[in-house]
T-cell receptor
């Protein structure tokens, strides 16, 4: 079983749609959680950290459920510029970030 | 604020050769981590450097080695290159700590022929 699992997609949605991604992690001792965004052939960029209380940044909302060991990302009012791969990232305390394989989002006009 | 910079951008090598990739950390960051990203996969952790010492290592063989310098910049060295080493190599810098996000450079795309 992979340490961090994501649905690879692709998710094809129209502009203005709301889309949600889920991610599960296997290590219950995981300490920190993040969502990164990666455009094709570019470096990952931090989208947002994920806190137990949930957090929101504009159109983006992240949730963490420690009991079920999953993380979610909700994108409201999707824009064409949101098209990218979204990486679920977990810090397990071994000095490293553990990445999921990513979920690809394609927003269509 | 200066971001993470990596060099070179692209590199082509042949099997058995050796390669050195370079990374300058974001100003104020004292920790550098290296990742390998194969096509269609998420980045895989190679190792991390803090205070010029290896601070953690992923599941990579000893032919992957590194250095960190007093100015926090870092090098990744790979010996005896294999075809499977073809990938995007990413450097990320951060402050030391569990809740500190890492910021990535543009990466070096390494192709092995």
């Amino acid at each position: 079983r992979k340490e961090v699992e994501q649905d690879p997609g692709p998710f094809n949605v129209p502009e203005g749609a709301t889309v949600a991604f889920n991610c599960t992690y296997s290590n219950s001792a995981s300490q920190s959680f993040f969502w990164y965004r990666q455009d094709c052939r570019k470096e990952p960029k931090l989208l947002m950290s994920v806190y137990s209380s949930g957090n929101e940044d504009g159109r983006f909302t992240a949730q963490l459920n420690r009991a079920s060991q999953y993380i979610s990302l909700l994108i409201r009012d999707s824009k064409l510029s949101d098209s990218a791969t979204y990486l679920c990232v977990v810090y397990t305390g071994r000095r490293a970030l553990t990445f999921g394989s990513g979920t690809r989002l394609q927003v269509q006009p | 604020e200066t971001g993470v910079t990596q060099s070179p951008t692209h590199l082509i090598k042949t099997r058995g050769q050796q390669v050195t990739l370079r990374c300058s950390s974001q100003s104020g960051h004292n920790t550098v981590s290296w990742y390998q990203q194969a096509l269609g996969q998420g980045p895989q952790f190679i190792f991390q450097y803090y205070r010029e010492e290896e601070n953690g290592r992923g599941n990579f063989p000893p032919r992957f080695s590194g250095l960190q310098f007093p100015n926090y910049s870092s090098e990744l060295n790979v010996n005896a290159l294999e075809l499977d080493d073809s990938a995007l190599y990413l450097c990320a810098s951060s402050l030391q700590g569990t809740n500190q996000p890492q910021h990535f450079g543009d990466g070096t795309r390494l192709s092995i022929l």
